[in-house]
Structure formats: C-alpha cells, structure tokens
C-alpha cells in the first residue's frame, strides 16, 4: 500500500508561482513512476505532469514551460513547481503513484 501526502496549494494571483510537494510511503519510491494530475471544479481529473523513476518527464501541453515536475528520491518526495499561474489553472492538484495511487489533493486557486 502507498500513502501519499500533498502540501503547498494555496491562493495566489495571476502570474505568481506556487510548488506543490507529495510525500510518499510505502513502497520503493526510487522505483515509481509518480505524476501529477488536476481537477477544476465540475471537470474531469486529467494528467498535468509524470516523472519516471530516471527522471524523464512528460507533460500536458497546456502547462508546458510553465510548470517543472521534479523528485526527490533520497526524500521519498515529488515536487510540482508552478510558473506563470493563470485562472484556469484552479484545481484541485492530486499526486499519483503507479497510475494507481492517489494523495488526498491540495488547492490550488489562482484569482484574476
């Protein structure tokens, strides 16, 4: 079983930065595959960024070159850094692990 914690969202104006961590239990995190995914009030959850255990990245295209996805395997931790934030960047952020595990999710509102 792997337990997943999220910190770091908050409210933060248009154009400003937040970084979001999750840290992780319970499995060998060095090992996983982990990502980031969001869900805007009455939308889907979708797929913001993943990271694979070498540290290859993926990301969807609507926050490239703003945000950076990042781990910490010494810290079992993963980190989200956000960039340039704009209002439809308000969700709720998730951590993932394994395309299987989910974190409780962190706000994240972004005002005009």
């Known amino acids: 079983q792997v337990h997943l914690v999220e910190s770091g969202g908050g409210l933060v104006q248009t154009g400003g930065s937040l970084r979001l961590s999750c840290r992780a239990s319970?499995?060998?995190?060095?090992?996983?595959?982990m990502g980031w995914f969001r869900q805007p009030p009455g939308k889907q959850r979708t797929l913001v960024a993943t990271?694979?255990?070498?540290?290859?990245?993926n990301y969807a295209d609507s926050v490239k070159g703003r945000f950076t996805i990042s781990r910490d395997n010494a810290k079992n931790t993963v980190y989200l850094q956000m960039n340039s934030l704009k209002p439809e960047d308000t969700a709720v952020y998730y951590c993932n692990s394994q395309l299987n595990y989910w974190g409780q999710g962190t706000q994240v509102t972004v005002s005009s």
């Open positions: 990271i694979t255990s070498d540290g290859r990245t």
């Open positions: 319970g499995s060998i995190f060095s090992m996983n595959l």
